[in-house]
């Protein structure tokens, strides 16, 4: 059974960070390329950040130079880093690998 577990988001104020996990297991985590998406309330789920198997990585442009996504292979997890958040970064964050998606984490900023 596939599944991908996000953990890491919270409220955090404006101009803060946080660094978002995923987790996977049941699947050759190493071979996929990972993406994280996010949701906010009323609007279009917005891809954030993507990372290939092979370590490619590719940002929005609303994040880009505030984000940066990586892979531990070995640990069969991902992670995204977000740097001076802004209350647009407001949102569900989703992990999403093959046609699989976890469950998403919260991300609040707000002062």
């Known amino acids: 059974q596939v599944q991908l577990v996000e953990s890491g988001g919270g409220l955090v104020q404006p101009g803060g960070s946080l660094r978002l996990s995923c987790v996977v297991s049941g699947i050759g985590f190493r071979f996929y390329v990972l993406n994280w998406y996010r949701q906010a309330p009323g609007k279009q789920r917005e891809l954030v950040a993507g990372?290939?198997?092979?370590?490619?990585?590719n940002y929005a442009d609303s994040v880009k130079g505030r984000c940066t996504i990586s892979r531990d292979n070995a640990k069969n997890t991902a992670y995204l880093q977000i740097n001076d958040l802004k209350p647009e970064d407001t949102a569900v964050y989703y992990c999403?690998?093959?046609?699989?998606r976890g469950q998403g984490t919260q991300v609040t900023v707000s002062s």
């Open positions: 999403w690998l093959a046609n699989y």
């Open positions: 990372i290939s198997s092979g370590g490619s990585t």
